[in-house]
């Protein structure tokens, strides 16, 4: 004797087939479906715009304030130059430090130079070529000290040029002779003053202040008995917080910019909070409207979840078919809100670079950042939200009585 089978022993629909009457269900309505689409579309992409405004806001602070330094650096300074001298000792010991790479040696003194007749004041800096290769020195022409063979080189910024009239074309001042005067402290119990006269090799762009850079042998061979400040190369930003621990040890004050960038995350992750909660406002709303969409068309085919069971389908298979819709209308919102929220974002970053352009800004910009993590990260997390939307509507359909249902008017 055949034993009947039960509706748990019927087979499962295919995910294919309930995707495609999903995917049919929703296009019969299309009115109501492209309302719920649109409304989780403003919803993600309000959250998407507001969170890649943040990052990208991150991003353009960061670059400005700590621009290209390295932040695997670490600058070195005596806490009181009258007890702890930046001289050969101590940095013959911070070399030994074992994540220490590389150091570059720094003299400054306030001086001033004169070039074409004009004389101003300037901060005169001593480099060596651990230091240039520390450094990111912005070359706007010529070359740098480490590259040039020329005998009494001297590389000015942009800021000292402009302080004289000549900032329009730096190119016209390569080659020329500038002299610079130097006021240095007492060696020996005498006071010098260092007066020579250089070839200008190159210009870069290095702020609002204006600065020369000699080579740190002019200041070494007078006889200056300490550094200035020193610039120290590590591994990795991993191993910043050792190195630097080591070199404290040995009583110098120590900076990185590693500091600067954790100051400016810190702020900024606070900002994105905040944004993320206006965001959410419209989220909220786009949500309301999906579980709306998706209780009402529970509800309008009741008749027709009861005929499908009666004709062979699992009850399972129809809290798939609603979490197959879950997930159209949360991949499709998403998308189309994350392509208007990137959409809006370039047309919004042209505007403000040519406002910029106008009052003279010539460096490009971008206010908006698009990692793929944020994009993928804020796909998943429609996706989550539209899992656990469905899960009240999906538990119903998969209760209804085929028999009740057919019942029905």
């Known amino acids: 004797m055949m034993k009947r089978r039960t509706i748990k022993d019927r087979p499962t629909v295919q995910p294919r087939v309930l995707a495609m009457i999903a995917y049919r269900n929703l296009l019969q309505k299309r009115l109501r479906t492209l309302l719920t689409v649109s409304g989780i579309a403003i919803g993600i992409g309000s959250v998407y715009f507001l969170l890649s405004f943040g990052i990208g806001l991150q991003r353009l602070v960061a670059n400005q ?11 070195v300074k005596p806490t009181n130059s009258s007890i702890i001298k930046l001289d050969d000792i101590a940095v013959q010991r911070i070399s030994e430090v074992p994540d220490v790479k590389e150091i570059g040696k720094i003299y400054y003194f306030p001086g001033s130079f004169k070039l074409n007749n004009s004389e101003t004041d300037s901060i005169v800096y001593g480099i060596d070529k651990g230091y240039e290769q520390l450094t990111y020195l912005n070359l706007i022409k010529g070359e740098l000290l480490k590259d040039t063979a020329v005998k009494n080189p001297i590389v000015m910024n942009k800021a000292a040029l402009e302080a004289i009239g000549l900032g329009k074309d730096p190119s016209i001042v390569i080659g020329k002779s500038i002299d610079i005067t130097v006021p240095l402290p007492k060696i020996q119990s005498q006071s010098k003053v260092y007066q020579r006269s250089m070839q200008i090799v190159g210009v870069i762009d290095s702020g609002s202040g204006a600065e020369i850079f000699i080579p740190s042998t002019e200041f070494r061979q007078l006889g200056v008995p300490a550094l200035t400040q020193l610039k120290v190369g590590v591994d990795s930003v991993e191993t910043v917080s050792k190195a630097r621990a080591q070199i404290e040890s040995i009583g110098l004050e ?16 606070y900002l994105n909070l905040i944004l993320i909660g206006f965001g959410g406002i419209g989220m909220l ?8 969409t998706l209780t009402i068309s529970l509800l309008e085919r009741t008749k027709e979840i009861g005929l499908m069971v009666a004709l062979g389908a699992r009850s399972v ?27 809006l974002g370039w047309l919004i970053n042209i505007v403000m670079n040519m406002l910029a352009a ?15 993590q944020l994009v993928f990260g804020v796909i998943g997390f429609m996706v989550i939200v539209g899992l656990l939307v469905v899960v009240l509507p999906a538990r119903r359909a998969q209760k209804i009585s085929p028999i009740d249902a057919l019942r029905r008017e």
Do not use: C, W
């Open 65 to 75: 304030v700590i621009g290209n330094q390295s932040i695997r650096t670490i600058d």
């Open 254 to 269: 120590t900076s990185s910019p590693v500091d600067t960038l954790n100051e400016i995350n810190k702020v900024f992750n």
């Open 285 to 292: 709303i786009a949500i309301l409207g999906m579980f709306n």
């Open 317 to 343: 298979d129809m809290k798939r078919l609603f979490i197959f819709e879950a997930l159209f209308l949360s991949l499709v919102g998403a998308t189309l809100g994350i392509v208007g929220a990137v959409g």
């Open 358 to 372: 106008g009052r003279g800004v010539k460096d490009g910009f971008q206010l908006f950042a698009h990692p793929y």
